[in-house]
């Protein structure tokens, strides 16, 4: 066993994946999930794909004592954090909400961790932190901004943790904090057994999900917001990353973390992206070609907010955490459609 790892948001879509891709790896995990958009069921799938048991709690990460108590009953070697609310769209509707969630779920989780002398942190965040980049691919050290409340959020959780970072380094105490800070590009896929994947509550907002959809026919028609982007064909243009890769990205942080000389600090961001940018139309004719179902679409007003293009530099996480995306467009298709279609209702299934 290479060590425990407790996933903060395990039960959700990434964290669900990394689970799985932690103990294949040869960790334990432990889950804290308060199972506010996500079910159960999800921990299940989990263990019947890796045959090992899986301690699951189903607290709220804001609950200093029940964190304190999963501390306590485990011995945690390093911490991956993707419980958060992450609906853009809800988050300008209760954005007190949102920064209730996820800022305080983090500031406990790093009180509580300092508690028990546990000091390795994986933390989910976004390319929503770049903003409207004015190029790209984007790299780590490009201006970051926020456009919504929800990358808010993930932008000052990040400032919070690099200011913690320097200051265990400026008090020179023994074990300071490590911290890598994943910032995903778009994530999407499940699992190839088809047993886990995205489940997402009512009409999805993402572009995966909603051609999944359509082609299972819980949806008429996908609608595409913008042609006239500058783009090859007009269509926005995004990183879609399998979330299997993505998950492995994880893995490899918490092995760089673990293996990082105990007296240093460091608190890093790394792209987690293919490199490579894809089209609206691209991503809906990929989906019927590997499928063979056929995806109604018509062409609609821009969605306000969104930029032409965004894709990303990952040479950082290629070269520091020794990862790259092995996973291609057909695989991300081949993969979502299985769940999707294994899976019509989700987990209630
Ligand atoms: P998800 O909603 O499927 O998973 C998040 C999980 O966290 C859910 O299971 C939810 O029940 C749990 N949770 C939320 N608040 C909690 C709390 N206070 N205490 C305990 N559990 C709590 O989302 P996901 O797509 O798996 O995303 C995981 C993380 O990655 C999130 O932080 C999200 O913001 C970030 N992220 C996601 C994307 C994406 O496109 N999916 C992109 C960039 C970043
Ligand atoms: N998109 C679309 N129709 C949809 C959902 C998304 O045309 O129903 C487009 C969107 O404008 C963007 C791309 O698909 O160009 C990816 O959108 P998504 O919401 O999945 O990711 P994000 O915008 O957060 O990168």
Known sequence: MKGTVLVTGGAGYIGSHA??????????V??????????????????????KPIDFYPYDAREKQD?????????????????????????????AYYY?????????????????NVNKLVFSSSATVYGEPSTVPIS????????????????????????MANADKLNQVDSPLKI?????????????????????NGIPNNLMPYISQVAVGKLDKLSIFGNDYPTRDGTGVRDYIHVVDLAKGHVKAVDYLLHMDESKSECHAYNLGTGHGVSVLEMVNTFMQVTGQTIEYRF????????????????????????????????MMRDTWRWQ???PKGYED
């Open 300 to 331: 609609a007003e821009r969605r306000p907010g969104d930029v032409a293009e965004c894709y990303a530099n990952p040479t950082k996480a290629n070269n520091i955490l020794k990862w790259h995306a092995e996973k291609n467009l057909e695989d």
């Open 341 to 343: 279609k294994n899976n």
């Open 67 to 95: 964190l304190t108590e999963v501390f306590q009953h485990h011995s945690i070697d390093a911490v991956i954090h993707f419980a958060g609310l992450k609906a853009v769209g809800e988050s300008a509707k209760i954005p």
């Open 180 to 200: 890598a800070l994943l910032r995903y590009f778009n994530p999407v896929g499940a699992h190839k057994s088809g047993r886990i994947g995205e489940d997402p």
């Open 140 to 163: 780590e050290d490009f201006p970051l901004s926020a456009t919504n409340a929800y990358g808010r959020t993930k932008l000052f959780i990040e400032e919070i943790l690099r200011d």
């Open 100 to 116: 209730d969630n996820n800022l305080n779920s983090t500031l406990i989780l790093l009180e509580v961790m300092k508690e028990q």
């Open 30 to 51: 432990v889950i804290v999930d308060n199972l506010n958009n996500s079910k159960h069921e999800s921990v299940n799938r989990v263990t019947e794909i890796t045959g």
């Open 19 to 28: 689970c799985v891709e932690l103990i294949e790896a040869g960790y334990s």
